[in-house]
């Protein structure tokens, strides 16, 4: 069965510190597909990236970036310089591939970035 | 626009009353899902449907019902809602863009629901 855990329940930080959010995913699929959303306090999902089981390679996308680890099956997401606007709860979410449309998310991380 | 709509947004019912969230997408995706969101617990799926008149339980189906008659509308059904059903509700439909792919994740904008 697929399971992901997020540790971290809530993190506050000041402006421009960095902050790392930890997501630890169980699966037995060899093919799987990470992902991490942000949940504005407006509420809607906001898709960020997916990241595909064959595919380690780490990436940044303006102060985001992303480390990947099949070895400790962790998919760990970073905001480099938080901004208040980052505040938000964060949800990292496994697929897998036999499992077909469904999406395993961890209990979310809530991000509080004060100014 | 590409888009999954959900009504009503919010709704605050009292318990036995019967209602409907609807959910409707305009893309012409064959799965659709619902989910429910719960503080630590993140975001369950509830049931999802794989075609017209194709549906099948997710992992907290207990207290719901779902149909889909037509492709674009997935509604979701509590026929005696309880307390326990407060709840934040998410539909979603995905397609799956090759046929070794993930699939391509579509959210509605959620519908905040409160049994009293």
């Given amino acids: ?115 | 626009e590409a888009q999954v709509t959900q009504n009503p947004r919010y709704l605050i019912t009292v318990t036995g009353k019967k209602l409907t969230v609807t959910c409707s997408q305009n893309m012409n995706h064959e799965y659709m899902s619902w989910y429910r969101q719960d503080p630590g617990l993140g975001l369950r799926q509830i049931y999802y449907s794989m075609n017209v008149e194709v549906t099948d339980k997710g992992d907290v189906p207990e207290g719901y019902k779902v149909s889909r008659k037509e492709k674009r509308n997935f509604p979701l059904i509590l026929e005696s809602p309880s307390p326990n059903q407060t709840s934040l509700y998410f539909c979603a439909s995905s397609f799956r863009p090759g046929p070794r792919s993930y699939y391509e994740q579509y959210f509605g904008p959620g519908t905040r629901l409160t049994v009293t």
């Fill in chain 1, 1 to 115: 069965a697929q399971k992901v855990t997020q540790a971290q329940t809530e993190i506050s930080v000041v402006e421009k510190e960095d902050v790392t959010l930890d997501c630890v995913y169980e699966t037995r699929d060899t093919t799987y597909y990470l992902f991490w959303y942000k949940q504005p306090p407006s509420g809607e999902l906001v898709f960020l990236i997916r990241r595909n089981s064959f595919d380690e390679q780490n990436e940044i996308s303006g102060r985001y970036s992303w480390n990947f680890q099949k070895s400790t099956s962790s998919f760990n997401f970073t905001i480099t310089a938080s901004q208040v606007v980052d505040s938000a709860v964060y949800f990292c979410a496994l697929s897998e591939h036999a499992a077909g449309n469904k999406l395993t998310f961890g209990g979310g991380t809530r991000v509080l970035v004060k100014p």
